[in-house]
């Protein structure tokens, strides 16, 4: 069995590592969330205003980025983060991407839109169907991959950070019931 100084050594150890370890995953959650502002590494849509609602809240940047920074202040916030990140991302992925797209079949005035073409789609899901990913967004190219890599990296990055704050908690708790029994 470890003695309660093996502990402390041990929990202060783990505390550095997890301490690096969210700060890892904040800079790459905000890394991945500005990528998101530009479709294919383009501007104009950031500066035309078409970018998707999930990409704008920018959950990326203050929940997995800010917020997981903050961490070593107060593990709850980062928590918060992380769980806004992760319900974000996933509604993004259930949403599908924002952009252009045919709508000439629904007596339209123009023959397409901005909007989220998968969103109401019930019959075929999008994320398994690939034969959609090119034919349905026709601008900014690739919108669907682009969408998909980017918030699938939020979504894996804040339930990695959910899990280390977990374990941050638990070793906290280790290591202040650990030096109430040290001698």
């Not at 502990?7 to 991945?32: E, K, P, V």
């Not at 890599?149 to 804040?158: A, E, G, R």
Request: glycine share 8%.
């Amino acid at each position: 069995t470890l003695s309660p100084p093996c502990m402390m050594a041990c929990s202060r150890t783990c505390s550095c590592i997890l301490g690096l370890s969210l700060g890892t995953t904040a800079l790459f959650a905000a890394g991945a969330n500005v990528v998101l502002l530009f479709p294919n590494w383009d501007v104009t849509y950031l500066l035309r205003g078409l970018i998707g609602k999930h990409a704008k809240l920018g959950t990326g940047l203050w929940g997995g980025g800010l917020m997981m920074l903050t961490a070593l202040l107060s593990s709850g916030l980062a928590l918060l983060g992380a769980l806004i990140c992760f319900i974000t991302s996933g509604a993004a992925l259930k949403d599908g991407p924002f952009c252009v797209f045919d709508v000439s079949s629904s007596n339209q005035t123009q023959p397409w839109k901005y909007g989220y073409p998968f969103k109401d789609l019930h019959t075929r899901n999008y994320l398994y169907d690939h034969s959609l990913w090119n034919s349905v967004c026709l601008e900014p190219s690739k919108a669907v991959v682009w969408h998909v890599s980017f918030f699938s990296t939020l979504l894996c990055i804040s339930v990695l950070q959910i899990l280390l704050v977990v374990i941050h908690f638990v070793n906290s708790f280790l290591g202040l019931f650990c030096s109430l029994c040290e001698e």
